[in-house]
């Protein structure tokens, strides 16, 4: 393949252009989904092409194919040209890199188990779930494993070959009481890693104690009666969801500078405000981490063959750093930091987030309690939405607690958070140590890229939050 795709180089540089990329990927795998201990469908996917990028006369052209020999790749190349030829008024200038040859293969420690045995397994998961909570009536697995191999070559001499196993898990639950209604549950897990995963996050048990927490909502969860300011409690599923939302996404240059306004929506930042103005608590640190070894958003180079690291998007309260590709860097004469991601070769890489969280410090959750007079301990949430600014969002709970004088009360249902990001990120008085990670699938672009990454964060405090 490395043949073929320097071929494709040395072609596009022979017709003038200034730059050329080829980008190979082949993703095979297969995947299962049951519903209710019943196989409700099983497949197997190829998916293997090649992407291949040119800079000509300033301007950019993309093109791919499916169809992998030196002809069509020297047509794919020409049709590249043409389209950067066609997009003249769309001035392009990457940053400079040097290349970078390197080889890097992550291997699982258990390899994927058959089909059948996964059936056999994910059944038995099933009937725990029902016997610790009978009125689990509906119940959905979805089960993937998928392969993939990278390899990148640019006519600045990088060589890039990566691969991976990638395992995603996702599950849902909903418990039904005819007097008191119904409480439903999503769960997803995964990275690149293999069958292991099941081990390292005890998957039965956890599916177990799901099943247990929803028939105590059922039973025990009671409206809160007062609505009004709160000191709020704000667990790590949730804050990892707020650092992905409330600062990757308007963190990405792209969106600051007008591109994604049409797809995606703007942001409340902008240029002059880094290394300036104080958007958050002094505590408040949150960073992008492509680097985090075997998170489904892990890579050691990015789609343009730029080496990962940890971006700071926020340090100490003030926003330090957004995210970048080739191409706004260019635009901003600085250099990119590795966060270009593509999903499939037919796609152009994006401005994309890996493992977005916020940084824990020093709090025990009890810590924190033990300091609110009155309060709402979130653990968990059922639904949010925030804006196409990423300034005003929505939580809705679904495990929750009141909180009075130090000590959790009763549990309480559908209570509500809705709140400004300038207003949680600034009053957040203490973080927790107890860092965790979700794995989740960031949508973007037209048309839509599905890309994996990691939501991270401890447990937060926030103090006075309107709550519904």
């Known amino acids: 393949m490395e043949e073929e795709l320097r071929s494709v180089i040395d072609y596009g540089l022979s017709q003038g252009a200034k730059y050329v990329e080829a980008r190979y990927q082949l993703l095979t795998g297969n995947f299962l989904s049951m519903k209710n201990g019943?196989?409700?469908?099983?497949?197997?996917?190829?998916i293997r092409g090649v992407g291949i990028r040119v800079i000509f006369e300033n301007s950019i052209g993309f093109s791919s194919t499916n169809i992998i020999n030196k002809e069509n790749l020297i047509s794919t190349c020409n049709k590249a040209i043409k389209i950067a030829k066609a997009a003249k008024k769309r001035t392009v200038k990457f940053d400079s890199w040097r290349d970078y040859r390197d080889t890097c293969i992550v291997k699982p420690k258990i390899e994927y188990r058959s089909i059948e045995d996964i059936v056999n397994e994910f059944k038995e998961y099933d009937k725990r779930i029902v016997e610790n909570e009978n009125r689990t009536v509906f119940r959905v697995f979805f089960i993937s494993k998928?392969?993939?191999?990278?390899?990148?070559?640019?006519?600045?001499?990088?060589?890039?070959?990566?691969k991976w196993p990638i395992i995603s898990l996702f599950a849902s639950l909903v418990a039904v009481d005819h007097q008191k209604g119904f409480v439903q549950r999503?769960?997803?897990?995964?990275?690149?890693?293999?069958?292991?995963?099941?081990?390292?996050?005890?998957?039965?048990?956890?599916?177990?104690?799901e099943a247990k927490m929803l028939g105590k909502i059922l039973n025990e969860a009671e409206t809160l009666k007062e609505k009004g300011e709160y000191d709020v409690i704000i667990?790590?599923?949730?804050?990892?969801?707020?650092?992905?939302?409330?600062?990757?996404?308007?963190f990405e240059a792209d969106r600051i500078l007008g591109r994604e306004a049409a797809q995606g929506g703007e942001s409340y930042l902008n240029l002059n405000m880094l290394n300036k103005e104080k958007i958050g608590s002094e505590?408040?640190?949150?960073?992008?981490?492509?680097?985090?070894?075997?998170?489904?958003?892990?890579?050691?180079?990015?789609?343009?063959?730029?080496?990962?690291?940890?971006?700071?998007?926020?340090?100490?309260?003030?926003?330090?750093?957004?995210?970048?590709n080739r191409e706004y860097a260019g635009y901003l004469s600085t250099k990119s930091n590795s966060a270009a991601r593509a999903t499939y070769y037919y796609n152009e890489p994006l401005i994309r987030m890996a493992n977005t969280y916020i940084e824990p410090r020093d709090f025990t959750v009890e810590e924190m309690i033990e300091d609110v007079k009155k309060?709402?301990?979130?653990?968990?949430?059922?639904?949010?939405?925030?804006?196409?600014?990423?300034?005003?969002?929505?939580?809705?709970?679904l495990e929750c607690y009141l909180i009075e004088n130090g000590k959790i009360k009763q549990m309480v249902k559908n209570v509500a958070l809705e709140i400004t990001t300038g207003h949680l990120f600034k009053n957040i008085d203490a973080i927790g140590k107890d860092l965790k990670f979700t794995p989740g699938n960031c949508?973007?672009?037209?048309?839509?890229?599905?890309?994996?990454?990691?939501?991270?964060?401890?447990?937060?405090?926030?103090?006075?939050?309107?709550i519904k």
């Open 38 to 46: 019943i196989v409700d469908n099983v497949g197997n996917y190829n």
């Open 146 to 162: 998928t392969e993939e191999e990278k390899l990148f070559i640019n006519s600045e001499g990088s060589v890039i070959e990566q």
């Open 186 to 209: 999503f769960l997803q897990d995964g990275g690149k890693k293999g069958w292991e995963i099941i081990h390292e996050i005890e998957y039965e048990e956890k599916l177990k104690s």
């Open 235 to 250: 667990d790590g599923e949730i804050t990892g969801l707020i650092s992905h939302e409330s600062c990757g996404h308007p």
């Open 283 to 324: 505590i408040l640190s949150i960073a992008d981490d492509p680097t985090i070894e075997k998170a489904s958003g892990f890579y050691v180079y990015d789609d343009e063959g730029v080496p990962a690291r940890k971006r700071y998007l926020i340090k100490n309260g003030v926003p330090t750093e957004v995210l970048l």
């Open 375 to 397: 309060g709402i301990y979130l653990k968990s949430y059922m639904e949010w939405n925030i804006d196409d600014r990423r300034w005003n969002q929505k939580y809705t709970g």
């Open 443 to 466: 949508g973007k672009g037209e048309p839509m890229q599905g890309i994996p990454v990691w939501f991270g964060g401890p447990t937060i405090r926030v103090r006075k939050v309107w």
